[in-house]
């Protein structure tokens, strides 16, 4: 499957195959009309004709694709430089001076490119150094070696930073499925982190739990489809229609929020690449060493400051209520589907606890959801300043508040955010 990847994520798999289609088609037509008789000639001449033109159509929308990537390149270059990482290229934006304070990388979630962190980076080049970068098959990135997994991801931020000259300490921000990839980097190279921020993280411990697993192969198996057709320059019509209108939403609320490098970002997401590199990782689970990379080790990042949120924080997770939340955010989950999500959340934060002796929680501000990266960016940023402050001031109180014993509601207090109004939030715990 790994050499089906790298084929196919180059955007001029699809007019090979298409010729192949081709091949075979004149093929059946040719032998059905040297058959020895037109009864059994015609059919294969029927059959090798329609291939044949089956072959032709993909041949052009192949052609168009391949012509539409090109240009999209031309278009829109690389607005970082491209680093070399072992024998094929990562794109790497980096601005801003450090002032004393450790270097931030934005991690966004599931396989996204950089520039899905934009809205951060461009607040804070102007604070301290920012970096967005694309992963492999990702953005302006190279395809690279398949698989993808987060630990070889991991690794080839590791070797990005070096390779760019962008020496450490640095600080993490990772979103959902990046923030599992800035963890599994941050226990493998904690000399090299100051400080870890998970947004609404997701961990492996999560995809033990056998709905999260099923949820992640049904996103593997989408994004294989989309990888295909895009190959070919087709438009997915196999989506689910409520699956469609929930992507759709979740993308209104990115399109708001990233306007300013929004047509970029639709422009780079044509490469085929982009579709297999997420099918590949989120497969990573079907090996069972990945857990073995990605489990979160006690007391691995002792000494280091971590901030991590999540919604329902300090509330009980097996409420209805809670159960009411997730099915709200998650429409296409059942009852069961909703409690399995709340069983995985309940274990990994409990077990996130046992990473740090400076872990510092937080929950997400009523109205947010998995995507309030998006939905609140004054609160993202606040949680952003309140880690360099934590780094700058180790004996200062968080300017978010500090952690509550499990079981208590959560207090009301106020992110500080400098050049913005106060925000409301919520902390709260699950400390056993």
Request: proline share 6%.
């Amino acid at each position: 499957m790994n050499s089906v990847y790298t084929f196919l994520s180059w955007d001029g798999a699809g007019l090979i195959i298409a010729a192949l289609i081709g091949v075979v088609g004149l093929l059946l037509w040719n032998k059905g009309r040297r058959a020895s008789s037109k009864r059994a000639g015609k059919p294969l001449m029927w059959v090798g004709g329609l291939t044949s033109l089956i072959a032709l159509m993909l041949l052009v929308s192949s052609g168009i694709h391949a012509v539409t990537v090109a240009r999209m390149w031309a278009k829109y270059p690389p607005p970082g430089k491209m680093v070399d990482v072992g024998g094929y290229r990562m794109h790497l934006l980096a601005e801003g001076d450090n002032r004393g304070s450790p270097t931030l990388v934005f991690i966004p979630g599931g396989h996204g490119p950089g520039y899905y962190f934009y809205n951060m980076h461009k607040i804070f080049r102007d604070e301290a150094r920012s970096i967005l970068y694309d992963r492999a098959a990702s953005g302006w990135s190279d395809a690279g070696p398949f698989p993808r997994t987060s630990y070889r991801e991991a690794q080839e931020l590791h070797t990005l930073l070096k390779n760019s000259g962008e020496t450490g300490p640095v600080v993490l921000v990772g979103h959902s499925y990046g923030g599992m990839l800035g963890l599994i980097y941050a226990m493998h190279y904690p000399e090299n982190v100051a400080g870890l921020v998970l947004l609404d993280s997701g961990f492996a411990e999560l995809y033990q739990n056998a709905g999260a697993a099923a949820a992640l192969k049904t996103i593997q198996k989408a994004s294989r489809i989309q990888g295909l057709l895009a190959s070919f320059g087709l438009p997915n019509l196999f989506q689910n229609k409520q699956y469609q209108e929930m992507v759709n939403a979740v993308l209104a609320v990115y399109e708001r929020e990233l306007s300013d490098v929004w047509d970029p970002l639709q422009a780079i997401a044509v490469a085929a690449m982009n579709a297999y590199g997420g099918a590949s990782l989120y497969g990573e689970f079907d090996d069972p060493a990945a857990f073995e990379t990605g489990l979160m080790r006690p007391g691995a990042l002792d000494g280091i400051p971590v901030s991590s949120v999540t919604y329902l924080g300090g509330t009980d997770l097996y409420s209805q209520d809670s159960i009411d939340f997730v099915l709200n955010v998650r429409p296409d989950l059942d009852q069961e589907g909703a409690m399995g999500q709340l069983n995985g959340l309940d274990r990994t934060r409990k077990k996130i606890f046992t990473l740090s002796d400076q872990i510092q929680t937080y929950s997400v501000p009523e109205g947010g959801s998995h995507n309030f990266v998006y939905e609140m960016p004054q609160f993202t940023s606040a949680l952003v300043r309140d880690m360099l402050s934590r780094i700058a001031n180790p004996a200062a109180r968080p300017i978010l508040g500090t952690n509550l014993p499990h079981g208590w509601p959560g207090d009301t207090l106020f992110a500080s955010d400098l050049a913005r109004p106060p925000i409301p939030v919520t902390t709260g715990t699950d400390r056993l």
